[in-house]
């Protein structure tokens, strides 16, 4: 089945530490995003990708960085910069048309201890 | 810069009822709006993808308009059931940027 695959689920951070998540999708779909989502607010646009070796950054990219170095992978990594960093964060993906919609992955909640 | 709000923030209803979700947006210049099912803890299933061309689709029980020139969107949901508990979420690909602009959510829960 086609799909995207977020690992892990849930991450645990240390103050100081980068960590890094992983989104993986098998759809071909050009473009790759990732987002964040804290408690009852929407989701917030952190990086995107819209082919291998390019990207740009979102709303919220400060204390964020990302690699695009194969078409199916698209990982975060959250620096010790980010201040504030437990929230859940969502990858997705889409063709690189304006009319297709996105699919999204089941998502990786991090939490700083 | 594209924003979007969702009313009701939150929403309860018994089973049965047909219930209305609201969703606006402030940029008519949009090529998509995209409604997506958010359960706790997991993440987004698209429901439904209404091109800037288009008034509606539909898709079983789930209705959803978009009247672009006034920046609006609901989504009608028939016949409510408890599975249909869940958040929704509407987003609107506009054509400023390549990425979606989501609304904060409406909590819906449907009481058998």
């Known amino acids: 089945d086609g799909g995207i695959t977020q690992s892990p689920k849930y991450l645990f951070r240390k103050e100081g530490q980068n960590v890094t998540l992983s989104c993986e999708q098998n759809l071909n779909h050009d473009a790759m995003y990732w987002y964040r989502q804290d408690p009852g607010q929407g989701l917030r646009l952190i990086y995107y990708s819209q082919i291998v070796n390019d990207f740009q950054k979102g709303d919220i990219a400060e204390g964020y960085s990302v690699s695009r170095e194969k078409k199916e992978s698209f990982p975060l990594t959250v620096t010790s910069a980010q201040k504030n960093p437990t929230a859940f964060y969502l990858c997705?993906?889409?063709?690189?048309?304006?009319?297709?919609?996105?699919?999204f992955g089941s998502g990786t909640r991090l939490t700083v201890v | 810069k594209q924003e979007v709000t969702q009313i009701p923030a939150a929403l309860s209803v018994p089973e049965g009822e047909n219930l209305v979700l609201n969703c606006s947006f402030t940029?008519?210049?949009?090529?998509?709006l995209q409604w997506f099912r958010q359960d706790p803890g997991k993440g987004l299933t698209s429901l439904l993808l209404?091109?800037?061309?288009?008034r509606e689709q539909t898709s079983g029980r789930l209705n959803a308009s978009l009247d672009k020139s006034s920046g609006r969107s609901t989504l009608y949901i028939a016949a409510s059931q408890p599975g249909d508990s869940a958040t929704y979420l509407c987003?609107?690909?506009?054509?400023?940027?390549?990425?979606?602009?989501f609304g904060s959510g409406t909590r819906l829960q449907v009481q058998p």
């Open positions: 997705a993906s889409s063709p690189d048309r304006v009319d297709y919609g996105y699919t």
């Open positions: 987003a609107v690909r506009d054509t400023g940027r390549r990425a979606l602009t």
């Open positions: 940029d008519s210049a949009i090529y998509n």
């Open positions: 209404i091109q800037s061309s288009q």
